[in-house]
């Protein structure tokens, strides 16, 4: 029983939970940086290269033999890995950048005045140490 607990204590820290959260929208992110590239860059890429599909490239290691497929070696699809990938990697830069720079406005912000009460209280607390 006491692994069980101890799993239980683990599994629910909030850096678990964390993860999970961010490998969820991870994966969602990474399904519409795909679309993105897939459906919005490449086309017009592709265009100003004289229509090619990066995708679609290969180069054929040993041509199709009766019922044998081809054997191809797809270096499109690892292009387009890599466009993909740059994309992601570029993006989540961004969305440090962004995190990073909004800490350091916060940091850089002076802290709010203490409310009415507190200052009241701290020239009476004062006032009396000086009796």
Do not use: H
Not at 20 to 26: E, L, S, T, Y
Not at 42 to 55: H, I, K
């Amino acid at each position: 029983m006491a692994l069980l607990d101890e799993f239980k204590s683990f599994a629910m820290r909030g850096n678990v939970i964390d993860l999970a959260v961010g490998v969820v929208i991870g994966g969602a992110f990474g399904k519409i940086v795909t679309s993105f590239v897939n459906d919005v860059l490449m086309p017009p890429l592709g265009l100003m290269l004289g229509g090619v599909n990066f995708a679609g490239l290969a180069v054929t290691l040993k041509a199709a033999e009766g019922e044998a497929p081809a054997v191809l070696w797809k270096y499109g699809s690892f292009l387009q890995s890599v466009v993909d990938f740059t994309i992601v990697a570029f993006a989540i830069f961004l969305v440090v950048k962004a995190v990073n720079s909004m800490q350091k406005q916060q940091e850089a912000a002076p802290p709010p005045p203490p409310p009415a009460e507190v200052t009241l209280l701290t020239e009476i607390r004062d006032a009396l140490q000086r009796r």
